[in-house]
Nanobody, 126 residues
Framework: QVQLVESGGGLVQAGGSLRLSCAVS????????MGWFRQAPGKEREFVAT????????DYADFVKGRFTISRDNAKNMVYLQMNSLTPEDTAMYYC???????????????????WGQGTQVTVSS
């Protein structure tokens, strides 16, 4: 069973930064495509960023390009989301997800991901 645990969320002022972390159990982490999604109150869960097995391919939602960076450390079974220039519109629960299908094709679709964490809350004040 693969478990994901997010951390690093919190309250930050607009313009500030946060770094989210996701610890992943499992012996084959280096063969999981990893993704970050978010869900704001009253809204659908939406794609934020994704990264391939070795980090060579990344993809971002248009609304975070240039502000957020996804990265991973396969030696530590960790994936990160560095978030800069935060705005109140970034307020949401952020979820880490793992695609364990043995496909190295990063996907924006939530259905591609097999395992999900419980989420970490990010709140950006104006």
């Amino acid at each position: 069973q693969v478990q994901l645990v997010e951390s690093g969320g919190g309250l930050v002022q607009a313009g500030g930064s946060l770094r989210l972390s996701c610890a992943v159990s499992g012996r084959t982490f280096s063969r999981y495509v990893m993704g970050w999604f978010r869900q704001a109150p009253g809204k659908e869960r939406e794609f934020v960023a994704t990264i391939s097995w070795q980090g060579g391919i990344t993809d971002y939602a248009d609304f975070v390009k240039g502000r957020f960076t996804i990265s991973r450390d396969n030696a530590k079974n960790m994936v990160y989301l560095q978030m800069n220039s935060l705005t109140p519109e970034d307020t949401a629960m952020y979820y880490c997800a793992a695609d364990a299908s043995n496909s190295n094709l990063p996907s924006r679709g939530s259905m591609a991901y097999d395992y999900w964490g419980q989420g970490t809350q990010v709140t950006v004040s104006s």
